[in-house]
């Protein structure tokens, strides 16, 4: 379908589609209502502060197919319109946001909120050939840029997200937690906005030193603790070893494999999923 086409369908979507089945418990009913939760989604907060209306005709097109995914998701029943429809206002400051710490610390290690000197460091981490190699492709300075944006947006919406992750005062990394807002072809991950993805991503120098198990297992505690959140997954592809053993070391189980639809075809799409229930591994105990 050409570009054109599915901008149409963009609008035959919000404008037609999602009104028209509109049903009772949805909290919202007219066409720019939708408009405004599916492209906050698209771009991680309020869509004008990113992409200059009309956003149908100017959305770049990874964006747009993001809002359209979500948006059937939310016409077959399986994103929850409520869910998303608080994180839209919490980003416009129309309900209150959760309270969220500062930071999180085990001894020298700290997962904090973004700062705006977090950036560069986050850039290079991002252009490094060896960090990226199991990612589609190294993220340019305005991508990493967007994306630490992205992250540090999470918290308002969710009262989580991935921080950023410093030791010994210097920045490293960063790991946490998301929710999964696009459809995964998984069990879970086919019902935006209710299956938390577990993350992290470490610069070079930092990597075989425990970091990224450290970080991880206190976001869980965060998570499970003030959060209430029990059941996370984590995923990857299925050639990155040491990631891998970071969800072993966590307790993670496997749970299968499956096609990353956001990656091209090649030998990074294929990836392994795994799984980590906190109230499973307490009844056990």
């Known amino acids: 379908m050409s570009e054109a086409a599915r901008r149409a369908y963009w609008r035959d979507l919000v404008e037609r589609r999602l009104p028209e089945a509109a049903r009772p418990g949805w909290p919202v009913r007219l ?24 956003a149908y005709a100017t959305l770049p097109l990874d964006q747009l197919e993001a809002a359209i995914a979500l948006g059937e998701a939310v016409l077959a029943g399986h994103a929850d319109l409520a869910l998303l429809n608080r994180r839209s206002l919490a980003w416009r400051g129309k309900v209150a946001a959760a309270a969220v710490p500062e930071f999180l610390e085990d001894g020298d290690l700290i997962l904090r909120r973004w700062h705006p000197e977090d950036t560069a460091p986050f850039a290079a981490l991002n252009a490094d050939a060896a960090v990226m190699a199991h990612f589609p492709r190294p993220r340019t300075e305005a991508e990493s840029v967007a994306e630490a944006g992205r992250f540090d947006r999470r918290f308002v919406a969710d009262g989580f997200g991935p921080w950023a992750l410093a030791q010994g005062g210097r920045f490293i990394g960063c790991a946490g937690a998301m929710r999964i807002l696009q459809p995964l072809p998984f069990p879970g991950g086919d019902r935006p906005g209710t299956t938390v993805e577990l993350t992290w991503r470490l610069a070079r120098e930092a990597w075989g030193r425990g970091f990224a198990t450290r970080a991880a297992r206190l976001a869980l505690a965060d998570l499970a603790g003030r959060c209430e959140i029990r059941a996370v997954v984590a995923y990857t592809a299925a050639g990155n070893a040491r990631s891998r053993a970071v969800m072993e070391r966590l307790g993670m189980a496997p749970a299968g494999t499956f096609p990353h639809p956001a990656v091209p075809e090649g030998p990074l799409r294929d990836h392994v999923l795994y799984r980590l229930d906190c109230a499973d591994r307490e009844d056990a105990a």
């Not at 492209?39 to 992409?51: E, F, I, K, N, T």
């Open 31 to 54: 066409d720019h209502c939708f408009a405004r939760i599916l492209l906050d989604h698209a771009c991680g907060g309020p869509w004008r502060d990113h992409v200059r209306p009309p």
